[in-house]
């Protein structure tokens, strides 16, 4: 009897609170001030990375569109600083798991070094104004091919002491190329 009635009561209780999501009004964000492009939310590149970023809008298209091609390339350093890190433990667990007691890496040391060179390779793709709480910004989208970002990738692994098998590279690639994030 006792479970009978716990059982009534829990989906009394769940049908009250469905019913209060339901009636719950919907809004969209054109109501909240807001007409964001798709590739602002989430930035993507078929092969490589990408970032996006919006600043508000003056009266200079080319200013606008500098910083926020500027703000954008921030994050991309941001989200490869993130890659890296991953990277240098999952580094770290292969040649372990090889038998390696010297699991110490030198791959984030030049880091930084390698993401300011690849930076000056990556390409503002697409620029749009967005409409963001009534307010005119002006949004870029910046990438990093897949051959640079290869190419950065093997200059991380370079700068690493004991090479890896082609499978375990391989495998680490693609981590890198998947990892983050993807966080944006």
Known sequence: MLKRNLTVASIAAMSLFITGCNSTPET?????GMNIPQWVLSPTSDKGLAAASCVTASNSFSMDKSQAATQARAELASQIETRVSSLQEEYSTKISSMGETNTESKISITSAQLT???LRGSKVVKVDY???D???NLCTLVTLSEAKSKALFSQLLQQAPIKLS???ETL????FMKSENSAN
């Open 28 to 32: 969209n964000a054109a109501e909240l």
């Open 116 to 118: 300011d060179q690849f």
């Open 130 to 132: 967005a409409q963001i």
């Open 134 to 136: 009534n307010v005119k």
């Open 166 to 168: 082609p499978e375990n």
């Open 172 to 175: 680490l690639y693609l981590n």
